[in-house]
Each structure stands twice: as structure tokens, then as C-alpha cells.
């Protein structure tokens, strides 16, 4: 696993997604179940990078252009198909780290 910084975990806030880029891969950072969470900022269904924009809720981001929604922390659709892609994210230190090797 080679684990890479990406942020300050204070920047990841309740309730909204943060916008990243890490070795230009596109992500969503958000806060679920107290832990971190990383998605792809793709949605599946039409390849829209607005996840960032899209409501978040229990864990649940909903995508802003179709209304498909996800589980951020399987990467599961919860009303559709297809699922986001999904990394291995922690926080340690007060820093946030992302895994981009593995799904």
C-alpha cells in the first residue's frame, strides 16, 4: 500500500464533500461513521465529475445531474446501478491519506 498525503483532516467537514486532486486523479473526500471516505468524483452513470457538488447525507452522497446516489464507503449505488470507485482513506496525525493503488 503506498499511502499519500492529501489534506488536513480538519478540512474534511460534516455533511459536504471536499474536492481534491491527488497524482491527477479526481476525488471526493467525505466524513462518514466518524472516518474518512474517498470516491472517484465520477458518477458512473453518465461520467459527471459533480459529486463534489451533490447532497450528502448519512453516508449517501447523491450525484447533482440524475439523482443517482452512493454509498461513499462501498462505493454501492443505493437507487441505481453501477458503483463509484472507491480508496482506501485514513487519517492519522491529523492528516488525511489516501491509498490510490487498490479499489
Not at 7 to 31: A, I, P, Y
Request: charged share 20%; net charge neutral.
Amino acid at each position: 500500500m503506498t499511502r499519500l498525503a492529501v489534506c488536513k483532516e480538519n478540512d474534511v467537514r460534516s455533511g459536504r464533500g471536499l474536492r481534491v486532486t491527488l497524482n491527477g486523479e479526481d476525488l471526493v473526500l467525505f466524513r462518514a461513521d466518524g472516518k474518512i471516505c474517498a470516491v472517484a468524483n465520477n458518477c458512473p452513470h453518465q461520467h459527471f465529475a459533480k459529486l463534489h457538488d451533490g447532497l450528502y447525507e448519512n453516508g449517501i452522497v447523491t450525484c447533482p445531474m440524475h439523482g443517482w446516489s452512493f454509498d461513499v464507503r462501498t462505493g454501492a449505488s443505493t437507487n441505481a446501478g453501477g458503483r463509484l470507485k472507491t480508496f482506501p482513506a485514513e487519517s492519522v496525525n491529523g492528516t488525511v491519506y489516501v491509498d490510490l493503488t487498490q479499489e
